[in-house]
T-cell receptor, first 111, second 113 residues
Framework: QKEVEQNSGPLSVPEGAIASLNCTYS??????FFWYRQYSGKSPELIMF????GDKEDGRFTAQLNKASQYVSLLIRDSQPSDSATYLC???????????FGKGTTLSVSS | DGGITQSPKYLFRKEGQNVTLSCEQN?????MYWYRQDPGQGLRLIYY???????QKGDIAEGYSVSREKKESFPLTVTSAQKNPTAFYLC????????????FGPGTRLLVL
């Protein structure tokens, strides 16, 4: 059974700083990685996903993969108070039929 | 407007009662999923369906049942056998049968009276 681990936080950063969230995964063969953002009381929304062939940047968000150490990072540049949320990392299960989610890291951006 | 709808937003269950949570999507997605989220916990997979008239158990299927009679609809029944049903229930869908990128509905919060 694949596993996904995240530090629950909270991770506190000041406005304008870079927030770095990490996610470790157990299956070295994992090929795709997903980041979701979940505001309190709301459902998760997809931020970005990357494949094992490289990093990805989308606006203020960058996802980076470290295959050797089996972790994927989400960097948020110029953090805003509106970025305060729980960030969930996910990888496909063994059969590729569903996603396995970590418990999430709570980010708090102070103004 | 394409999307995933879940109803009701809040649902109250009495002891020994079965309740059904609705999930509808008009995205023409093949696969649909049900997750449960408890406070401070990640999402745990209850059931998923890759095609119509077929579904598979997830990690915590006991006490739940589903049907997939139409591509657009994937209702979840929480039966009386589920002894701790209080949670936030999330429905999701993905484009392909081996869908990776999942999109979520707004969720249903189930409370026990």
């Amino acid at each position: 059974q694949k596993e996904v681990e995240q530090n629950s936080g909270p991770l506190s950063v000041p406005e304008g700083a870079i927030a770095s969230l990490n996610c470790t995964y157990s299956d070295r063969g994992s090929q795709s990685f997903f980041w979701y953002r979940q505001y309190s009381g709301k459902s998760p929304e997809l931020i970005m996903f990357i494949y094992s062939n490289g990093d990805k940047e989308d606006g203020r968000f960058t996802a980076q993969l470290n295959k050797a150490s089996q972790y994927v990072s989400l960097l948020i540049r110029d953090s805003q108070p509106s970025d305060s949320a729980t960030y969930l990392c996910a990888v496909p299960n063994q059969a590729g039929t569903a996603l396995i989610f970590g418990k999430g890291t709570t980010l708090s951006v102070s103004s | 407007d394409g999307g995933i709808t879940q109803s009701p937003k809040y649902l109250f269950r009495k002891e020994g009662q079965n309740v059904t949570l609705s999930c509808e999507q008009n995205l023409n997605h093949d696969a649909m999923y049900w997750y449960r989220q408890d406070p401070g916990q990640g999402l745990r997979l209850i059931y998923y369906s890759q095609i119509v008239n077929d579904f598979q158990k997830g990690d915590i299927a006991e006490g739940y049942s589903v049907s997939r009679e139409k591509k657009e609809s994937f209702p979840l029944t929480v039966t009386s056998a589920q002894k701790n049903p209080t949670a936030f229930y999330l429905c999701a869908s993905s484009i392909g049968q081996y869908g990776e990128t999942q999109y979520f509905g707004p969720g249903t919060r189930l409370l026990v009276l």
